[in-house]
């Protein structure tokens, strides 16, 4: 019996180059035709909480590991020397190689996911964390407060961003010396501000939550602040120059919201989000107008919100808050659908035991499919 010689095991080897590329590829779950509830998670896990946008150019904060882009922590950090997600105290920053390559690898499979040029050069001028280990900077708040309430998770006003003081060299458009000759292409669109009002050398500002510029800290700050996370946004106050921005900040029932999420509304369910989505279409409705719909009964005190009591449509919000209230809302909007004007398939199927709560439907889509989940739950209630 001949014994294979070393050049054909060699042969019947993978190349170098395979196992690196395989591995990558695999731990990046391939998009389905239709948005799966697990290639959504995934996906959640790649996006910064401040920009709402996939990483770039990820870092991670010490001892939490709570992970942004470089450029949206940059600015954070001027205004607090918290974690923007868990609030503890940051000791250091790092480079976090692994998520930076995952969110390349994601990018490369979902290129429609990438950001504008723009929107990379404006992050990369912001961003300050250029070793690989950068240790945090304390930053001097007004009206810091000293007495520290570990044990009180109750959200109150200090939870909330406050104004802070720059260095000379940090300018809004309201700024005396403002100069927009260093400034991006978008910035130059806004080259000053029609407010009337004058920042002196000193004065308090604000950040941006959207595109991260500078707003004067000017009172009443109303225009300036959702009345849900208490996070600060300039376009109430002067249009946004974030590329995109579709209104960060306005009255709750003028917010214009992207057709995409109606996708999403339902319990993270793409399933019941389908049904709710094709019910719409049928009526000609579109997200706007579920908006409307939905804040008619809220106002009304027909439909509720647990996120945020006591929230109309006149409260001024941002983006975020308003999709999130929404998800609330167009749950009770499709609690309400006659089952006369569903599928016979959809109104056939089964309880599930979980209802509402159920986690499974958000990544199981068999069991999503299977079970209704627009439904209270029924075991262990």
């Not at 995934?42 to 709402?52: D, G, R, S």
């Not at 449509?313 to 808050?321: N, Q, R």
């Not at 998800?327 to 909007?333: D, P």
């Not at 959809?346 to 159920?358: A, F, I, K, L, S």
Request: glycine content about 2%; overall charge neutral.
């Amino acid at each position: 019996m001949d014994t294979p010689g070393p050049s054909s095991k060699r042969s019947a080897s993978p190349s170098l180059e395979t196992p690196c590329k395989k591995s990558l590829s695999s731990t990046i779950p391939e998009a389905p035709s239709s948005c799966s509830s697990k290639y959504i998670d995934f996906e959640e896990n790649l996006i910064c909480v401040i920009c709402q946008e996939i990483f770039h150019d990820c870092y991670s904060c010490q001892p939490c590991m709570h992970s942004f882009c470089a450029g949206c922590y940059s600015v954070w950090k001027l205004e607090s020397s918290q974690c923007p997600t868990c609030r503890k105290e940051v000791e250091s920053v790092y480079k976090n190689h692994t998520l930076n390559n995952l969110s390349l690898a994601y990018l490369n499979l979902n290129p429609n996911k990438c950001r504008s040029k723009e929107d990379l050069l404006m992050l990369d001028k912001r961003n300050t964390l250029n070793s690989p280990k950068t240790e945090m900077i304390k930053c001097e708040v007004v009206d810091s407060d000293s007495n520290d309430e570990e044990d009180n998770r109750n959200q109150t006003v200090n939870d909330f961003p406050r104004p802070f003081h720059l260095r000379s060299s940090f300018k809004c458009r309201e700024c005396v010396g403002y100069s927009s000759s260093d400034s991006t292409d978008s910035d130059n669109l806004y080259q000053r501000s029609n407010t009337g009002n004058i920042c002196q050398e000193g004065d308090t500002h604000l950040i941006c939550s959207c595109c991260f510029r500078l707003i004067s800290a000017v009172p009443p700050l109303s225009d300036r602040r959702c009345v849900c996370c208490g996070r600060f946004f300039c376009h109430l106050y002067w249009k946004c120059s974030k590329p995109g921005c579709r209104g960060c900040l306005s009255k709750f029932k003028d917010m214009d919201l992207d057709e995409k999420h109606l996708s999403e509304l339902i319990s993270k369910n793409p399933f019941e989000s389908e049904i709710l989505k094709n019910y719409l279409v049928s009526k000609n409705m579109k997200i706007k107008d579920l908006l409307t719909h939905c804040l008619q009964k809220l106002d009304l005190k027909q439909f509720t919100t647990t996120k945020a009591a006591n929230i109309n449509s006149e409260d001024i919000l941002c983006y975020c808050c308003v999709l999130t209230l929404l998800k609330e809302l167009a749950y009770q909007y499709r609690v309400n659908i006659p089952s006369s004007e569903l599928p016979v398939d959809v109104v056939n199927r089964p309880n599930c035991y979980w209802g509402n709560n159920c986690r499974t439907q958000t990544h199981s889509p068999n069991h999503a499919r299977k079970f209704n989940h627009i439904c209270t739950q029924t075991r262990f209630s």
